[in-house]
């Protein structure tokens, strides 16, 4: 079993900034990919960003290209997300999730963290 714990979601206007983290626990050594999804109001659970563990590569989605960051500190077995100017339709729950390599689906998931963007 993987733990993830999310953290660092809050308030911010339009144009701020927040950095999320995602500290895991347990059998962290058998994670091949971890990755932030968010959910808003309404609306299905969606892809933010996934990076492979040990390699470091990202991957984004298109609507936070350019916006957000993920990245990794393996020796604090922590995830990143830095997000920069941030738009009221990025508010969401984000979620942290992590997946095995033999596993075709993320099998981990935090309890999220509110993320509100509003003047």
């Known amino acids: 079993q993987v733990q993830l714990v999310e953290s660092g979601g809050g308030l911010v206007q339009p144009g701020g900034s927040l950095r999320l983290s995602c500290a895991a626990s347990?059998?962290?050594?058998?994670?091949?990919?971890m990755g932030w999804f968010r959910q808003a109001p309404g609306k299905e659970r969606e892809f933010v960003a996934g990076i492979i563990w040990k390699g470091g590569i990202g991957n984004y989605a298109d609507s936070v290209k350019g916006r957000f960051t993920i990245s990794r500190d393996n020796a604090k077995n922590t995830m990143y997300l830095q997000m920069n100017s941030l738009k009221p339709e990025d508010t969401a729950v984000y979620y942290c999730a992590a997946r095995g390599q033999g596993s075709a689906a993320y099998d981990y998931w935090g309890q999220g963290t509110q993320v509100t963007v509003s003047s």
């Open positions: 347990g059998r962290t050594f058998s994670v091949y990919k």
